[in-house]
Nanobody, 127 residues
Framework: QVQLVESGGGLVQAGGSLRLSCAAS????????IAWFRRAPGSEREFVAA????????DYATAVKGRFTVSTDNDKNTVYLQMNSLKPEDTAVYYC????????????????????WGQGTQVTVSS
C-alpha cells in the first residue's frame, strides 16, 4: 500500500479558496483512482470527489459540484483538490484515499471501498 500525505488545509473565510494536495510518498500511486473524502464534526466521513490519474472525467458529490475541482500532476505523484466559494458547511477534515478494493465500483464511493488513507488535513471555513 502506498503512503498518502495530505496538505493545504487551513482557516479561510466563507467565499474563499483553498487547494489541498495529496501526495504519494516515495512512489507512484499504486492504484489509478484517487478519492477525496471529508468528515465534519459529528458526521460520518463522506465522499467529495474522485479522479482516475490515467484519465477520465472526475466525479463530484452534489454538494461540491461546480465549486471544487480535482486534478492530478502525475510527474509529482500528486492529486489536488481546488476548493472555491467555500461555505461554513465545508468545514471538515479532508482525507485522500486510494487502493480501490473493487475496480468495478464507481463513484460515489464509500469509506469501505478504499484500503489506503492519508492522515487528513483540517479545513475550517468561518462565516
Amino acid at each position: 500500500q502506498v503512503q498518502l500525505v495530505e496538505s493545504g488545509g487551513g482557516l479561510v473565510q466563507a467565499g474563499g479558496s483553498l487547494r489541498l494536495s495529496c501526495a504519494a510518498s516515495g512512489r507512484t500511486f499504486s492504484s489509478p483512482v484517487i478519492a477525496w473524502f471529508r468528515r465534519a464534526p459529528g458526521s460520518e466521513r463522506e465522499f467529495v470527489a474522485a479522479i482516475d490519474v490515467n484519465g477520465g472525467i472526475p466525479d463530484y458529490a452534489t454538494a461540491v459540484k461546480g465549486r471544487f475541482t480535482v486534478s492530478t500532476d502525475n510527474d509529482k505523484n500528486t492529486v489536488y483538490l481546488q476548493m472555491n466559494s467555500l461555505k461554513p458547511e465545508d468545514t471538515a477534515v479532508y482525507y485522500c484515499a486510494t487502493d480501490l478494493l473493487d475496480i468495478t465500483l464507481r463513484a460515489p464511493y464509500n469509506n469501505a471501498d478504499f484500503a489506503s488513507w492519508g492522515q487528513g488535513t483540517q479545513v475550517t471555513v468561518s462565516s
